[in-house]
């Protein structure tokens, strides 16, 4: 491991099944990172139970991830993979941050007041101190970078206040966290109502794509996605069914926007929608084979979360002796 690589941290939670918005906001750009940094790449389980789950679907849920990891072209042996609950660390850290964290900025989380609409009259406490886990997850690392989606930077930025305000009442304990937002295809929306993001949780399976839906249901999807009655492939506001295509195709491929506009120019969105269609087919086929193989032989896997948790114990243990001797707790 090279000392001056900077440090990037991401996770992202077993609670659902992922979608094609998962992959290409999240996992597709950490693929490209792992040469020029040093990766910690968690399937964060403890952030899972801030609402309900079942257990066997969420020991399936977290295998099954952390194969997708792996599947999808991060090397384990470049990066650290592993699961958050296999290092104390991080809900210890939780704790202490708790401790400087305010009612009122947690309060005001737009991921926290959401879900506790959903949740109705019990509103679980850990929806509530949920980013501060999150801030713990990426301090404990002292990371430079955290790769998420335009719906994380909240909590990020309170990363960075929690950084900072112990920074300030100690002494310079944690780097303070940058984000690391990819320019396109930040932000993939439902295919049935462009106006809110592709998510796993959306009662109409429709909305989204699954990365490990079969073929048909992929073609199946994108031909019954929402468009317009314009009839022209147009990147534009007044298209946003026709754009998010468009911005799907455009992180597949690498193709740019003019360069689809200009493919599609005079064509329906027929023969457009099968070519999203057989994009994400392609993509995604050879990444669902390899999370099969993973699954049937979890040795391999086992070998992976084991050297990953040992790596991460080691880092994560550092900067939580350094909080609590800070704090004034006595070492043992
Ligand atoms: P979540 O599924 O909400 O736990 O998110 C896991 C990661 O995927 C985070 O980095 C999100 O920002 C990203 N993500 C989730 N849904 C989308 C989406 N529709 N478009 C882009 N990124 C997404
Ligand atoms: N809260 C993030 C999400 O829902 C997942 C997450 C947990 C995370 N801890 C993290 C992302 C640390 C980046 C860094 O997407």
Same mark, same amino acid.
């Given at each position: 491991m090279e000392e001056n690589k900077k440090v990037i941290f991401s996770g992202i939670q077993p609670s659902g099944d992922l979608t094609l918005g998962n992959y290409l906001g999240a996992l597709k750009n950490w693929v490209k990172l792992q040469e020029q940094y040093e990766c910690y790449f968690c399937v964060v389980d403890l952030h899972a139970i801030t609402v309900k789950q079942e257990p066997k679907d969420l020991r399936k849920r977290t295998l099954e991830l952390l194969a997708i990891y792996i599947a999808t072209g991060i090397d384990p042996e470049k990066n650290t993979l592993f699961i958050q609950s296999h290092v104390p660390a991080h809900s210890e850290c939780a704790w202490l941050l708790t401790c400087s964290s305010y009612m009122g900025e947690l309060g005001r989380m737009t991921q926290y007041k959401d879900k506790s609409k959903k949740a109705g009259d019990n509103i679980g406490a850990g929806l509530f101190t949920y980013p501060v886990l999150m801030a713990a997850d990426i301090l404990l690392y002292q990371t430079d970078l955290v790769p998420v989606g335009k719906d994380q930077t909240q909590h990020l930025e309170l990363a960075r206040d929690l950084a900072d305000r112990f920074n300030k009442v100690y002494s310079p304990t944690f780097k303070v966290p940058d984000g690391y937002i990819p320019e396109a295809g930040a932000k993939i929306m439902s295919?049935?109502?462009?106006?809110?993001k592709m998510s796993?949780?959306?009662? $109409?399976? $429709?909305?989204y794509i699954l990365m490990m839906d079969d073929p048909d249901t992929i073609r199946r999807k994108v031909n019954r996605a929402v468009t317009d009655s314009l009839g022209v492939v147009k990147y534009c506001d007044e298209q946003p069914g026709v754009k998010n295509l468009m911005t799907i195709l455009g992180c597949i491929t690498g193709m740019t926007k003019e360069e689809i506009e200009a493919k599609y120019e005079g064509k329906g969105y027929s023969e457009f929608k099968s070519d999203v269609a057989e994009a994400i087919v392609k993509e995604l086929e050879p990444i669902q084979n390899r999370v099969n193989d993973l699954l049937v032989n979890k040795k391999e896997l086992e070998e992976i979360y084991t050297r990953g948790a040992e790596k991460a114990e080691y880092v994560s243990r550092k900067t939580l002796r350094k909080m609590q001797k800070k704090i004034g707790f006595i070492p043992r």
């Open positions: 295919l049935q109502d462009p106006a809110r796993k949780s959306d009662d $109409n399976p $429709n909305s």
